[in-house]
């Protein structure tokens, strides 16, 4: 049985490992948790912005539960 998946969204800092990169980046989500939505914001910035998956992108602001 596949869990409820909620509408989350971002809006704030992004971190290039410690290194701020973008002021005031958005995005949104559908996930089954906030720890996962938080992963699938920074895959999505990573791809977006031509990084590899392998760096650290940090989003420090806090990602909200827009649908549940």
């Known amino acids: 049985m596949e ?5 989350y969204s971002y809006s704030g800092a992004v971190y290039y490992f410690d290194t701020l990169i973008c002021r ?4 949104t989500t559908y996930a089954v948790s906030e720890k996962k939505a938080r992963n ?3 895959y999505q910035f990573k791809t977006k912005n031509g990084y590899v ?10 990602v909200i539960r ?3």
């Open 24 to 27: 005031n980046w958005e995005g």
């Open 66 to 68: 827009v649908v549940g």
């Open 3 to 7: 869990q409820q998946k909620d509408l």
């Open 53 to 62: 998956g392998s760096v650290r992108i940090t989003l420090p602001d806090k």
């Open 40 to 42: 699938n914001l920074a």
